[in-house]
């Protein structure tokens, strides 16, 4: 169990180790579907820890909305520069709000968790369209934002300190996942998945580890919304709370799977540029185009795409005996 727990950490530092490199490697246009694909990747990676419970949200733009308006709001009202801050407020505003509404969901399994999740988002969406100080339909935006005290000296939104800093928020959480969930709590969450009513009469309090992991998914959702303004400068609901964008969370999830924690980075990497491709190639029928991806997909890949590094190291295990 050490020795796999090593490789998935070597494994996380090395895409790591990949990702920052591209700044130098990769050209200026595919840069920001990276950043994009990371704070997505975010909000999918809270969807694996409820999909390791047997559970899935249909809202979880309920809190990408919160953690990007959050920053918004820091930033206008508040007038919070440092990037920092900004996330540290959208930590604990998407905390609050999910540990709350998890007193409520957690009483629901199945369909009725899903659905429920989507009402809550889309009564926050209607809250917002309603809201002209917080922009309505049209959202706000912010500006130049410090680093750590520092202003950068390059005055694009997307510089070599933005992405650095994007990259790294994202590693460090796939890499405290990494340890929750191979961790005693975190494996709890797995026992309650195969039979709830065995894993009751074992003493694990059921309603608390699925409000505790319904937390984790919501602080996770709400920094990759928090990310996505500091990327991209502006916020709107229906880019964010809207319905349509937690079902293509939903979507990157089920395409990337629950194996292994990179999958959801590597997942949302995958759509981004497969969506960027088949907008520029077929832009009447781009939504097909993913469609038969997914289809293909589910096909050879049935477990998700993190499967694809159990059977590489199947096979080097393989070799080797």
């Known amino acids: 169990m050490q020795k796999i727990l090593n490789l998935n950490e070597s494994f996380i530092i090395f895409c790591f180790i990949c990702l920052i490199s591209g700044w130098l490697i990769l050209p200026d246009w595919s840069l920001n579907i990276v950043c994009l694909a990371c704070c ?5 990676l809270g969807l694996l820890v409820l ?5 899935i949200s249909f809202g979880h733009g309920l809190y990408y909305c919160l953690g990007g308006y959050a920053v918004a709001i820091g930033y206008n009202f508040l007038n919070v520069k440092d990037a920092i801050l900004l996330l540290l407020i959208a930590t604990i505003l998407g905390g609050i709000v999910s540990y709350l509404f998890g007193f409520f969901v957690r009483k629901f399994r199945g369909i009725f968790f899903a659905m429920m999740n989507l009402a809550l988002s889309m009564i926050l969406f209607g809250i917002i369209v309603k809201s002209v100080s917080l922009g309505s339909t049209d959202g706000f935006g ?3 934002l410090t680093y750590f005290g520092f202003e950068s000296t390059e005055k694009v939104r997307l510089n070599i300190v ?15 996942v990494s340890k929750y969930i191979k ?3 975190g494996k709890m969450v797995l026992a309650i998945k195969d039979n709830e009513i065995r894993s009751n009469y074992l003493g694990i309090n059921v309603n608390k580890q699925i409000h505790n992991i319904y ?3 919501g602080i996770l959702a709400s920094l990759g919304g928090a990310l996505m303004v500091i990327l991209v400068g502006h916020v709107t609901p229906e880019d964010t709370a809207y319905w349509t964008k937690s079902g293509e969370f939903v979507f990157v999830a089920i395409l990337s799977g629950t194996i292994n924690v990179i999958a959801p980075l590597l997942g949302s990497l995958f759509f981004e540029f ?3 491709f088949a907008l520029y190639l077929f832009p009447n029928t781009w939504q097909m185009t993913i469609g038969i991806i997914l289809i293909l997909g589910i096909i050879y890949f049935p477990e998700g795409i993190g499967s694809i590094y159990n059977k590489i190291k199947n096979i080097k295990n393989a070799f080797r005996n």
């Open 274 to 276: 497969i969506r960027t």
């Open 215 to 217: 937390l984790i998914s």
């Open 51 to 55: 999909m390791r419970a047997g559970l």
């Open 142 to 144: 912010i500006k130049e």
């Open 40 to 44: 997505n990747g975010l909000v999918v």
């Open 162 to 176: 933005s992405y650095f800093f994007i990259i790294t928020i994202t590693f460090l959480c796939i890499f405290l």
């Open 183 to 185: 961790s005693p709590i």
